[in-house]
């Protein structure tokens, strides 16, 4: 079945501190990514995506993920994260196949100490 | 552009009531989807629809929970009778085509069943 996995439940950065939050996906085929952050109390917001081109894409607030497709893995990278940073973080994917059909991770906890 | 409109924001009932929550779309979209997050469940699907016909409703948990879409514009999730179990954030999305099948939520219907 298609999954996504992301290993990470629960971070625990400094202020400062870069950021690494892994995805990896199970699906052979064309896919298109996502990641979307979910701040305390608050909905899911579309942090960037990536459909093609250039598998570096930046999204907002500085974030940046990578598309590794030997890898199945789409990661999520911050330099330098802020304690509003603090949030909830899930990658999802959209098999090509399946339409509109999105199949979310699990999702990371980031706790950022000021 | 208006995202998703979800009502009502929160809504606190009792146990054996009926309790509607209500989803408006983002114009032009064909997909809406209803999931329900809880801390132990984490984020679930709970049905979808594409043109206003439901496509996959195998995240519904049970018969009490029904699903209705009678036009572009409007979705309604019911629960009846609800339950105290039933307490958790109800968030309503859409995507389509225009928005490269990328997701928007609704900033959620935050019910508790006492």
């Known amino acids: 079945a298609q999954s996504v996995s992301q290993h990470n439940h629960h971070v625990i950065l400094s202020e400062a501190a870069s950021l690494e939050l892994g995805c990896n996906y199970s699906?052979?085929?064309?896919?298109?990514l996502f990641w979307y952050v979910q701040y305390p109390g608050q909905h899911l917001q579309l942090l960037l995506k990536?459909?093609?081109?250039?598998?570096l894409v930046k999204g907002i607030k500085g974030f940046e993920a990578e598309f590794i497709k030997s890898k199945f893995s789409f990661n999520l990278r911050k330099p330098s994260v802020q304690w509003s940073d603090t949030a909830e973080y899930f990658c999802?994917?959209?098999?090509?196949?399946?339409?509109?059909?999105?199949?979310f991770g699990s999702g990371t906890r980031l706790s950022i100490r000021p | 552009d208006a995202g998703v409109i979800q009502s009502p924001r929160h809504e606190v009932t009792e146990m054996g009531q009926e309790v509607t929550l209500r989803c408006k779309p983002i114009?032009?979209?064909?997909?809406l989807f209803w999931y329900r997050q809880t801390m132990m469940r984490g984020l679930e699907l709970l049905i979808y629809f594409n043109n206003n016909v439901p496509i996959d409703d195998s995240g519904m948990p049970e018969d009490r929970f029904s699903a209705k879409m009678p036009n572009a514009s409007f979705s309604t999730l019911k629960i009846q009778p609800s339950e105290p179990r039933d307490s958790a954030v109800y968030f309503c999305?859409?995507?389509?085509?225009?928005?490269?099948?990328?997701?928007?939520f609704g900033e959620g219907s935050w019910l508790t069943v006492v």
């Open positions: 699906y052979g085929g064309t896919v298109n």
């Open positions: 114009s032009g979209h064909d997909y």
């Open positions: 999305a859409s995507s389509g085509q225009g928005s490269g099948n990328t997701i928007y």
């Open positions: 990536y459909f093609s081109g250039d598998p």
């Open positions: 999802a994917v959209i098999p090509y196949s399946s339409a509109s059909k999105i199949i």
